[in-house]
Antibody, heavy 120, light 110 residues
Framework: QVTLKESGPVLVKPTETLTLTCTVS??????????VSWIRQPPGKALEWLAQ???????SYSTSLKSRLTISKDTSKSQVVLTMTNMDPVDTATYYC????????????WGQGTMVSVSS | QSALTQPASVSGSPGQSITLSCTGT?????????VSWFQEYPGKAPKLMVY???HRPSGVSNRFSGSKSGNTASLTISGLQAEDEADYYC??????????FGTGTKVTVL
């Protein structure tokens, strides 16, 4: 069974750096048909794609947030890490990690999400 | 990258068919057949319903069907059921090698 689970702080202060971890099971991050993306959703608002890392370590970032984001993976730990610098209250959202499958050309399995609030 | 445009809400009676639209540009929806649709219930993670414009993952009802014409993709839900009441989002790959989601449509079953 394929699962993804997000973990990280519930609350961060403005200007701080957010670090989120996605732990996957049921598939390998070295599988050349798979990648992992981070996607967020502010309360009551739409989904927003943030970043993706593929099995060959190829990375891509949202054009508007690129300067603040870093995505990386530790294949041995089955983990994908996203850091977002200079957090602001508008970054308050549920953050999801999702598997990208080349078989579906889509985000086919999602984690449950983790809610992050930005407040002083 | 601007979000894809979806109607804020669509409603229908049980048994009816409804169609949700997703309008982008020649740089995203119109550029590739990499359009997906997701169903989201409140407080739950999105679920993939359609990929590559018109393909359904295993386990998704054949009442859900997708299509595309030019820069607009569509999701049709036939034989509308109470359980279909949810938010629906489209997504597309873009020429910038990024992904973009739609603004979301709330489906109400009357």
């Amino acid at each position: 069974q394929v699962t993804l689970k997000e973990s990280g702080p519930v609350l961060v202060k403005p200007t701080e750096t957010l670090t989120l971890t996605c732990t996957v099971s049921g598939f390998s991050l070295s599988n050349n048909r798979m990648g992992v993306s981070w996607i967020r959703q502010p309360p009551g608002k739409a989904l927003e794609w943030l970043a993706q890392i593929f099995s060959n370590d190829e990375k891509s970032y949202s054009t508007s947030l690129k300067s603040r984001l870093t995505i990386s993976k530790d294949t041995s730990k089955s983990q994908v890490v996203l850091t977002m610098t200079n957090m602001d209250p508008v970054d308050t959202a549920t953050y999801y990690c999702a598997r990208y499958s080349s078989m579906h050309d889509a985000f086919d399995i999602w984690g449950q999400g983790t809610m992050v609030s930005v407040s002083s | 990258q601007s979000a894809l445009t979806q109607p804020a809400s669509v409603s229908g009676s049980p048994g009816q068919s409804i169609t949700l639209s997703c309008t982008g540009t020649s740089s995203d929806v119109g550029a590739y057949d990499y359009v997906s649709w997701f169903q989201e219930y409140p407080g739950k993670a999105p679920k993939l319903m359609v990929y590559d414009v018109s393909h359904r993952p295993s386990g998704v009802s054949n009442r859900f069907s997708g299509s595309k014409s030019g820069n607009t993709a569509s999701l049709t839900i036939s034989g509308l059921q109470a359980e279909d009441e949810a938010d629906y989002y489209c997504s597309s790959y873009t020429r910038s090698s990024t992904y973009v989601f739609g603004t979301g449509t709330k489906v109400t079953v009357l």
